[in-house]
């Protein structure tokens, strides 16, 4: 038997965090350093140590992190494999913002910081992609489960690609964070569990 969520019922947190992520991948390459360049350079680099206005897209990693978590917990009720799967993605997103990337200009950083924020980008990928295919196992409707493998599948592609296509590595993973965190605000008030 299919059960509908009640999470459009209360307050939700992601919707505006994606809100402000759209906003702040597109304006705030402009106050960055001039290097930024928006195909090549990756939010993380807005983000990044001594980047001008950093703050704004670590705030935004956060209330994103945060916002999957709580959310995501409302929404999945009883499923705790995907719950604990949501909450390792959110807290990693969230780390990623206290770890910050290094710098794309040669100033001094913390190359250590640096590593700390590539583990955590790292799990923040795997564990979304873990999440995805996942919840092909509990939606209820076929369309719904075909979307969730699909959406793992096309993040894992977009993350290879990151690697193989570099200079455009900040469309990548602005695909990769507009298509994964549009989806889960989809599901998340418009799909039905198992």
């Known amino acids: 038997m299919n059960k509908k969520s009640n999470t459009t019922n209360v307050l939700q947190i992601l919707p505006f965090a994606y809100g402000l992520m759209l906003l ?6 402009f106050f960055s350093v001039p ?23 670590n705030f935004t990693f956060i209330l994103l992190g945060l916002g999957a978590i709580i959310d995501g917990w409302r929404f999945l009720g009883k499923f705790w494999f995907h719950k604990i799967a949501i909450l390792v ?7 990623c913002a206290f770890f910050q990337h290094a710098p794309i200009v040669k100033i001094p950083f913390d190359p250590f910081e640096d590593q700390l924020h590539s583990w955590f980008a790292t799990i923040t990928g795997f564990s979304f992609t ?11 409707q076929r369309t719904a489960k075909a979307l969730a493998v699909l959406v793992g599948v096309l993040v894992t592609i977009l993350s290879m690609l990151m690697f193989e296509v570099e200079q455009y590595m900040g469309i990548w993973q602005r695909i990769i964070f507009i298509m994964s965190f549009g989806w889960m605000i989809y599901i998340f008030n418009k799909a039905e569990l198992q």
């Open 24 to 29: 702040v991948i597109v304006v705030l390459p």
């Open 35 to 57: 290097e930024y360049d928006i195909l090549k350079n990756t939010t993380s680099h807005l983000g990044a140590q001594s980047a001008p206005y950093a703050w704004v897209m």
């Open 89 to 95: 993605f959110g807290i990693s997103l969230m780390l």
């Open 130 to 140: 873990v999440f995805a295919i996942s919840m092909s196992f509990i939606l209820g």
